[in-house]
């Protein structure tokens, strides 16, 4: 056997476990999900061919437009702060003493479990007795809302925690994409007597750029798969006030047996993802500048 062709297989062998992988869990997975969007299946009796049928239920069921607008305006309330805060984070951490014990501090969320963290901010915004309305009433004596049962809070309120939990996974993201500019940039605008503020709309914010483009992909791709939060800490309460898409496809499958409906509502929100992307991507050449 010749050295090329040994080199490509030796090649193959040690890329098989990821694709192996990918091939189980992702595109086996995601073909299965179209196949089963044309399906009425209750995951007991055999299968019925029915087309399109679950896609039309889907734009028709109230279900299924209330998780939609949930959804939506969850991620109108997460993204843009989210990476605003991180952002400046990421700048306030970048250069200072102790940084990295500070960004260990702002890290930590992300790995702590959903679970625990829904657990704990449940405390927190409980409208009785939660720390929150606690310190509301002590310092400006004033009694707190109903954080997880006000129609008009609740989804605000889960929205506060997730950009908590996230602000440390983006912060690092943007602190790698500030090593990354030359201090040259800075010092030549020092010379020419720009401000700080200046230096950082005119330099870091646009030399930023494609690690922001990054950070708001996938940014808003978790905000529309929001579904742990709003599982624990509201059940998608009140009155389905905090009812999201994924929790609309949880209910079909794992409580309604539909599972054709759940997948056909799952492409759908897939759909929906895949456009927002792409619009992102292709409008990022607007905005996205890279350094020379």
């Known amino acids: 056997m010749n050295p090329k062709r040994s080199n490509t297989i ?14 189980a869990f992702s595109l086996i997975p995601l073909i299965s999900a179209f196949v089963l969007s044309t399906l009425d299946w209750d995951g ?50 970048n250069n200072v003493r102790m940084r990295v014990l500070y960004r260990l501090f702002f890290f930590m969320p992300v790995v702590t479990s959903s679970v625990a963290v829904a657990i704990v901010w449940m405390w927190l915004l409980n409208g009785d007795f939660g720390l929150i309305n606690v310190m509301l009433k002590m310092v400006f004596n004033v009694k707190g809302p109903q954080w997880l049962t006000d129609l008009n809070l609740v989804l605000p309120s889960l929205a506060i925690v997730s950009i908590w939990k996230g602000i440390g996974f983006n912060m690092v993201l943007f602190l790698a994409g500030l090593q990354g500019i030359s201090r040259d940039y800075y010092e030549a605008s020092m010379i020419d007597g720009a401000t700080r503020n200046q230096q950082f709309w005119r330099i870091t914010v646009p030399l930023l750029s494609p690690t922001t483009l990054f950070v708001t992909i996938i940014a808003v791709i978790d905000s529309f798969k929001v579904f742990d939060t709003a599982f624990v800490m509201t059940s998608g309460g009140p009155a389905k006030a905090s009812y999201t898409m994924v929790y609309h496809l949880y209910e079909l499958a ?5 599972f054709g409906r759940s997948a056909s509502a799952a492409v759908i929100l897939f759909a929906i993802i895949l456009v927002l992307t792409v619009l992102q991507t292709y409008y990022s050449r607007k905005w996205v500048h890279y350094a020379e």
């Not at 098989?16 to 091939?23: E, N, R």
């Not at 991620?75 to 991180?86: D, E, K, Q, R, Y």
């Open 44 to 93: 007991f009796k055999a299968a019925t061919f029915i087309g399109l049928d679950n896609f039309n239920y889907a734009f028709h069921n109230p279900d299924f437009q209330k998780a939609m607008r949930n959804t939506l305006l969850f991620s109108v309330l997460t993204v843009p702060a989210g990476i605003f805060l991180s952002l400046l984070t990421a700048v306030a951490l």
């Open 10 to 23: 030796w090649g193959y062998f040690f890329i098989a476990p990821q694709l192996i992988g990918l091939l």
């Open 254 to 258: 794992f409580k309604n047996f539909q």
